[in-house]
């Protein structure tokens, strides 16, 4: 069928080089995280997207991942390799227990399954203080060092290409599982449960290995994100994110691995970006709004500062509207887009050259 | 506090929670029915119900009475304009898109409630301003009486309105199968539409009976969703009846929980029961397996 496409690859690195030259630090930082949450997403596309099993709580084994590493390793003086093993390890181990009951069935068990198991995650490094920090959560992992050097150091510029490059692999390694065997009985599974059964595909056990993988890569990706940032907080285990991963990869277009990549920078960097173009201050705005709104600069401070809430709003808004306008993900969706425009294109012109000749 | 005035007191908050799990379940269930998804802008509805009552009653003085209906109306018109705006306009509907999009209108909602009504908490005032009811040591608070009637009546009303009208039976019609009810002249587009209606303002009286005494805010919304769905889940999703019982149930089996072994586990020991049934009987304690099998979701 499909064959490699390296094409992509080329972009991504050519794209990342030169990032990597002349991109800012605070820019780095923040494709950093995205890149964490790229490989979360890639799981989750095989996942949601090739087998067609919603997983509500991979936020949860996100968080598995990056608690279990920083207590280890700073409590207990566990080795870093030691902490990204346990921390996969305990991940891969949860994600079976809870798949084995509900991936025997057809629907969407698994769905709501995970979203009750990650509120209970949620709950449980909330409320267990004195073994996750609760609220004010665990700070002081050890940065992740290789061949002797420290990526976070001068920045973070080598913990950017070296997550980056992680994403690469991923993304080598989920294509190479959708162009094989496995691959295909994922698709199946997706399409019609009894027909793959029927046609000899052992679905449950497909389901529940790529579920586990999944968790794995959510829990590799928080190993990177503790030692990246030193820190980390119940928040990492919030439901809002495991939204937004399954969100990610819808708006990338379901089956769609460079898509879900695409959206998932996107997503990851939108909500600092609505921030940012709302710091506007009173004193910026032209004099006709003081004038025309009779309002004082206090009251227009307030008004703005209003205006600064609208990011989750927009967020939300930004969702529905790429759900309804580009259902099949912003990468055929653009390129539909296009493909239309052009046609419209010469259909006028194609008009015109008609009504010259008459 | 003898041990049996705390079972007391622990079964009258257990089932006043309970009743607003109920109707956030059965919102749930009546657009689970009606297009096979999860709307997970549930709870949301339910933070806007509560809001609105507290703007109509605390800033406006509107008598609750009054405030009560424009409440459910008003959310009933929300419910309708999100089927409408955000549902309706999809060219190829399938569960996924629509489940996705009920999670950017959840979000967006957050963004409107916090926008509007601000970050701090919200208080609405007791509904029936009269001492409180002592029995045995425990105090029984009127408005936990009158939340107790509302759900009654209301779950009362939808039974009436399911079995006795023909649009009642026309959304069960639909809820059975869509295309033997599209083939039978049933507009299945209006009553996608009703059921967006009537599930949000389930949500507004679940939303209105909770906030009197207790206070409400902006990011209230995934609690009760969460809850609701837990409720829908045991109860077996779709199944009215299921829900109650398992409304009942999750309402004291967390009170009691809390009271008896640890307050602040609550929330991972209540959602553990949710992981148990799912286990042990994914269809629910009153769902059926061969009803579970024809669902999309």
Known sequence: MDRFDWKPFAVLSVLLGYLFVFGKLYTLMLLTRAGMYCIVTIGMCLLVGYAGQVSIGHAAFYAIGGYTSAILTIRYGVPLWGGLVCAVALSCAVAFLIGIPTLRLRGHYLAMATLGFGVIVYSLIHSSIEFTGGSSGISGAPPLTLFGTNLAEDGGIFYFLFVWINVAVFMLLAGNIIRSRPGRALMSIHGNEEAANAAGVNTSAFKLKVFVLSAGMAAYAGFLYVHYDGFIGANSAELMLSVIFVAMVAVGGMANLWGTLCATVLLSLLPEFLRRTQKVKAADLPDFIHNSLGLSDTQIFKLIQKFQELDVLIYGLIIIVFMIFMPQGIFTGTADMFRTLARRVRAVRGKRRVSDAS | ?297
Request: aromatic residues 12%.
């Open chain 2, 1 to 297: 506090m003898s041990l049996l005035s705390q079972i007391i007191q622990f079964t009258f908050s257990g089932l006043a929670n309970g009743g607003t799990y109920i109707l956030v379940a059965l919102g749930l269930n009546i657009i689970y029915n009606a297009t096979g998804i999860i709307n997970f802008a549930q709870g949301e509805f339910a933070v806007f119900g509560s809001f609105i009552m507290i703007t109509l009653c605390m800033a406006w003085g509107i008598p609750a009475p009054v405030a009560f209906p424009i409440t459910v109306l008003a959310l009933a018109g929300i419910g309708a304009l999100f089927h409408r705006t955000a549902i309706a306009p999809l060219k190829k509907p399938s569960v996924i898109t629509m489940v996705i999009i009920t999670i950017g209108g959840s979000i967006f909602m957050r963004g409107v409630a916090m926008l509007i009504w601000g970050k701090y908490p919200q208080r609405l005032d007791p509904f029936i301003d009269a001492p409180p009811i002592r029995f045995m040591d425990a105090i029984i608070k009127w408005d936990t009486l009158l939340v107790l009637v509302i759900v009654a009546l209301v779950v009362a009303a939808l039974y009436w309105f399911f079995e006795k009208t023909v649009t009642g039976k026309a959304m069960r019609a639909c809820a059975e199968n869509r295309e033997a009810a599209l083939l039978m002249g049933i507009n299945v587009d209006r009553i996608v539409l009703l059921s967006f209606a009537l599930s949000a303002a389930l949500g507004a009286v679940a939303g209105v009976v909770y906030t009197p005494g207790a206070s409400m805010e902006y990011g209230r919304g995934p609690y009760f969703g969460l809850r609701g769905f837990e409720v829908a889940i045991i109860g077996g999703l779709g199944n009215s009846v299921g829900a109650v019982l398992a409304g009942i149930l999750i309402g004291l089996f967390e009170t009691f929980s809390a009271g008896f072994l640890s307050p602040t586990y609550k929330e991972a020991i209540t959602l553990a029961l949710l992981l148990l049934v799912l286990f042990v009987k994914p269809s629910g304690i009153l769902g059926k397996a061969e009803v579970a099998r024809l669902k999309d979701f």
